[in-house]
């Protein structure tokens, strides 16, 4: 916990480019709560970086930097909403407890803002600046609702009103899209208690002040600015239905490839989709359709993607060193260790391919831009199918054009980090718990469909020292 006297004057924050809902609620808790603390934290401009922070708190004091959710530093963990809330002592406050239990475990419908962000950040195409601060008034709404407990307004309307008013407007006119949005909308309803859900939050937005203070039956946000906030979001998500479907069409005729598996003692055959599109959509279609593995192809930029479906007790770990293996430079292939792979670190320099949180492997992505990877898709694929079992793993290893060495002090399965059930798997958001990938995962890239972010403050320079391995690309 912070000191009492301790006091910093805020000149810039720093967020993972593939910042989530979680990293702006942090801020808003310094702005709420530690203003005096944190000195024109409400005004310092965000700067993106791709990579993790370097540096310790002192450092970053001294310069004035304030890193969220970028590995290091007081608030650089995974959840630094929660870092935040502890660091003020603010973690057992009524009215957020709330807010920090559904961010870390919430479920509900797909307009819960943690779900809901990642369309509006897809919509604003790659600006985070109208985003952000959407977002934000929704988070102010939240804590000022649940500290104050503002009465209602009597012109408030609902979810549902707010989404045929849109209809009559003729936003939304695809009748498969809007049947989606209509059932979103009766989830959010039924999960109102959940405060980050965008049906909570439309009536935090029309509570309006006691009437000892003013008789006036006006919430604190004009209506009008309301019911935009409102379209722009459901709208963002509209869009996102509309291309969903479309790639659905894309992937529904494509021949899966069966990838031999064995987890624990339980031998399937899991189904690999491969499929080119500049539809960010086309993944999550093929899983919906039962797809458990998705290799996906941008043609304009040539970036690949390799993304899971909930298979419990999945593990990537070996598909990513087998891929880094493939990476490596002929002549170094011989002086690589098994156990060393996987990490697409610099000290090998494949750093063009990254792990993600989920476990899903990227050539670049939108948010982190890469150079293109030369190996064949038709490569990968049969890496994809020997990656998951050990007798298949075990001859992919041994092929005479690769002869990768197993040692014996960790030989056999131990040594390959073959998959294993963990007991922890589906957590109940749509993503599979990686068994044994945290050695390898970084925290970049949360959500796919996001567009890549552009500078939208031109006059903050950044520090070399504030990423590792990858320069910052973007401020804001």
Known sequence: MLSEKFVLTVSRLVMPIGFAVENLVAR????????????????A???????EVIGVDATFDADGEVPIGC???????????????KELGIQDNAELLPLLGFLKNGTGSELRLQVLFKSVRRKVNGDPKTCIQVMSIFIDAIIMNARYNPVACQKELSLEEVF????????????????????????????????????????????RRDKTVTTADVPLYKEADILEWMEFVLTAYYQQQIDFGKALEEVRDLEPVMVPTLIGKSRFKMKLITVSSENDQVAKAARSLGADIVLHREP?????????GPVRGLSSQNLAKMIEWMEVPKKMKSRVK??????????????????????NLHNGTKYRPQPESMIADSSIVDAIQHAFHFEELKFWCNHPDRKIRISARTEGKKQLALPQPNG??????????????NAVATAFDKALESKAVRDVVKDVKPKRRVSKGDKVVSRA
């Open 28 to 43: 808003m808790l310094l702005m709420w709560y530690a203003f005096d603390r944190f000195v024109g934290v409400d005004k």
């Open 164 to 207: 045929q008013g849109l209809i009559k407007r003729k936003k939304f006119t695809d009748k498969r899209a809007c049947a989606h949005l209509q059932k979103q909308i009766e989830l959010s309803l039924a999960n109102s208690k959940d405060v980050t859900e965008l049906n909570h939050v439309l009536m935090a937005l029309f509570r």
């Open 424 to 437: 922890n798997n589906g957590n109940g958001n749509g993503h599979h718990e990686v068994a044994g990938i």
């Open 300 to 308: 304009m930029s040539l970036r690949r993607h390799i993304s899971f």
């Open 71 to 85: 590995g290091q530093g007081r608030f650089g963990t995974e959840h630094p909403a929660i870092s935040v809330a």
């Open 45 to 51: 401009p965000i700067m993106f970086s791709q990579g």
């Open 338 to 359: 098994w156990a060393d792979l996987g990490s697409f670190d610099k000290s090998r320099g494949i750093t063009w391919w990254h792990v993600d949180r989920n476990g």
